[in-house]
Each structure stands twice: as C-alpha cells, then as structure tokens.
C-alpha cells in the first residue's frame, strides 16, 4: 500500500508531463480556452480601480492577489462542472504559476531561487482559496473583511471601511455571477465579471 501511495503521484506527474509535450486535440483544445480566460482574468485584476480607488496596494504583491482572487473565484465555480471543470481549473492554475515564473525571472530573480519563490506563491494562493471557501461556504456567510485585510491589502496602506467594503462587495457580486453563468460558456472560456464599483464614503452617503 505505501508503495502505490508513493506511486500515484509520480504516475500523475507523468502523465500532466506528457500532455504538456505531446498534447492531443482536447488537450490543445483546454489549453486555449485556460489561456484566453486567463488573459481576461488578469486584465480583469490589474482594473485601475482597484488600486485607485478601492486601496489594493500598486505593488507585486497588491497584483498578485488580485490575480489569486479571481482565480480563486473562477476554480471554485469550475469545481462545480465536473470533470471538464477540474481539468481546464489544472490548466487555469499551471498557466498562472507558469507566468508567475516568467515575472519573477523578468524582474530579475535568480534561477536557483526562482522555484523556491514560486512554491511559496503556490502555497498562498491555496491558502487564498481556501480562505475563499471557508468565507463563502460558511452558513451564515461570514464576512469577507478580515480576509481581505490580511491578504489583498497586506503590505500597503490602512484602507478605509468603505474600500474594504466595496472590494468585498464586488467578490461576492462576481461569485454570483459565475455562479449564475452556464457551465458550457464557462468551459469554453467565456467569463462576464462586473465593475469593480466604487466605494461609499460618509459624504457620498449623505449626498444620496
């Protein structure tokens, strides 16, 4: 038993090797698909708006969490499609961390230190989702706020309740909407997301 446990996983990498070099048409095909929705997500996650307005800290950091949100966001609804789902959410997450790797080599990152930073990266980005799980999945939904201090606005200025707000605002409005888009647009790459919003502030309030 211990010697198919230690198996498995090398039987697994193999194979994701394989597809990797000598793809067949559903493998060329998911791999489209993985890089067009990944494109759209990461124009989706550097939104101005984000840093101007909702207070996401400009930085290396401040983007990659962005990124690790809507990722986040994205697998968890393409877990709920099955097999298919699972799949292009493999491929979604090898396409990230493959540009993750190529950033840190551009901003000059040496090559033996290049995996040790991506592992890290890996381990917070599961660390993101299972955070989102947690919050989202809790019955009653717990609020979003303390996740987002710790994690999207870490290393950057206090942001205000208001920004912190509108930010977990705009999450939950985009989980709905996935949530509320069918499976088949989704597998063929095709995501809607919503404005980032603005946040309201006590003198907007009192306008209104």
């Known amino acids: 038993m211990q010697q198919s446990r230690q198996s498995l996983p090398t039987a697994m990498r193999a194979r994701r090797w394989l597809q990797r070099f000598w793809p067949d048409a559903a493998d060329r095909a998911r791999r489209e698909v993985a890089d067009r929705m990944y494109r759209d997500l990461v124009k989706q996650a550097r939104t101005p708006a984000f840093y101007r307005d909702l ?7 401040g983007r990659f969490e962005m990124v690790a949100l809507h990722v986040a966001l994205v697998v968890r609804r393409l877990r709920a499609a099955g097999a298919p789902g699972s799949a292009l959410a493999q491929e979604l997450f090898d396409l990230m961390f493959a540009d993750m790797d190529e950033s840190l080599r ?9 995996g040790k930073h991506v592992r890290r990266l890996a ?25 987002l201090r710790t994690n999207a606005y870490h290393g950057g200025a206090a942001p205000g309740p ?3 707000d509108a930010l977990a ?6 989980e709905a909407a996935l949530r509320a888009q069918a499976s088949e647009h989704l597998l063929a790459g095709q995501v809607d997301w919503g404005p980032p919003g603005r946040p309201k ?3 907007t309030s009192e306008e209104m």
């Open 55 to 61: 207070g996401v800290p400009d930085t290396p950091e």
């Open 106 to 114: 551009h901003i000059g990152i040496g090559e033996l230190s290049v």
């Open 123 to 147: 381990g917070n980005f599961y660390a993101r989702l299972l955070a989102v799980d947690e919050v989202l999945d809790s019955a009653p939904r717990a609020p979003l706020a303390q996740m």
């Open 162 to 164: 208001h920004q912190v």
């Open 169 to 174: 605002g705009y999450l939950l409005a985009a």
């Open 201 to 203: 502030s006590k003198t």
